[in-house]
């Protein structure tokens, strides 16, 4: 019988039970691809963090959903990163190293965790007549597709209509066949931030990811665009909410800095 440290953190929040959930799971060795699978579907979370160290401040990251492996997760790296830091207080930065082979370089800031994303474009892109219905939205500034996360992005104007949405899960689930998910987006009405997002997956996680980092590869630039700015505030306006900071560096790599809390420790018994 192995024991696995596991943890279950709160990323992009500082408040426990908001932002959005992950697991994280300490690996002393690898693990079969379907031993993870099975843990992400018996934790439940939206995603489950795997990392391996293999130097001092470098890891192996790979990310499952309760339905597949998830090749880029953004609130599961934060999550990962708060829990080396607390394991290592005295490592400034870690590089994550996903499936994909990109160097995730996490640096501190205070009390808040940066991380170096890359940055992913957007193509125009129509959004079918029964994905918008069972959304339950009927005006539409923009859609587009991002190819390298395989998700929608839909524009509306007006977040009291983002806030509000009450998706039928099943009928959006037949109305596309060859998206991960779709990205619902508006502009800020609250001066505080920039703009708004909610994020639905029932293809290839849950129902709703609470707060989505990894939509922010494609979401900043894509507002950076719109709004001529570099560094903007995003809310995402789940039940549960979540908030973090986002920079354009240059055209290939962008920063997302929020916080995380921990609120579970134990041991997973396989």
Same mark, same amino acid.
């Given at each position: ?13 500082? $408040? ?8 994280? !799971? ?8 379907? @031993? ?7 934790? +439940? =979370?939206?995603?489950?963090? &795997? ?17 597949? %492996?998830?090749? =880029? ?16 207080? $005295?490592? $400034?930065?870690?590089? &994550?190293?996903?499936?994909?082979? *990109?160097? =995730? ?47 929608? *992005? ?58 989505? +980092? +990894?939509?922010?590869?494609? *979401? ?16 995402? !306006? ?10 354009? @560096?240059?055209?290939?790599? *962008? ?9 579970? %420790? +134990?041991? =997973?018994?396989?």
């Amino acid at each position: 019988m192995n024991n696995l440290t596991t943890y279950i953190v709160d990323s992009f929040t500082n $408040e426990p039970f908001k932002g959005n959930p992950a697991g994280v !799971c300490i690996l002393e060795t690898k693990l079969d691809d379907s @031993l993870m699978l099975s843990i992400a579907k018996e934790l +439940g =979370l939206s995603e489950t963090a &795997f990392i391996l160290r293999s130097s001092v401040a470098e890891y192996e990251i790979r990310f499952f959903s309760p339905v597949m %492996e998830i090749p =880029l997760c953004g609130h599961a790296t934060m999550a990962a990163a708060k829990v080396v830091y607390e394991q290592y207080p $005295e490592l $400034e930065t870690i590089h &994550f190293t996903n499936i994909q082979h *990109l160097d =995730l370089k996490i640096e501190r800031e205070k009390q808040q965790i940066v991380m170096t994303f890359p940055v992913y474009s957007t193509l125009p892109a129509e959004a079918p007549k029964a994905l918008l219905g069972a959304l339950g939205i009927e005006k539409v500034i923009n859609s587009a597709f991002n190819d390298e996360m395989k998700i929608l *992005l839909v524009e509306i104007d007006d977040c009291n209509v983002l806030r509000n949405l009450n998706p039928d899960f099943e009928a959006l689930k037949r109305s596309h066949d060859s998206i991960n998910g779709v990205l619902i987006t508006a502009i800020a009405e609250n001066p505080e931030f920039d703009f708004e997002s909610r994020y639905f997956w029932p293809w290839s996680g849950t129902n709703e990811d609470p707060v989505t +980092g +990894g939509t922010h590869t494609f *979401l900043a630039k894509y507002w950076a665009d719109r709004l001529k700015k570099r560094k903007m505030k995003s809310f995402q !306006c789940s039940e549960r909410t979540g908030t973090m900071e986002v920079e354009m @560096l240059n055209n290939d790599w *962008l920063t997302i800095k929020s916080t995380a809390r921990i609120v579970f %420790e +134990g041991r =997973l018994r396989i």
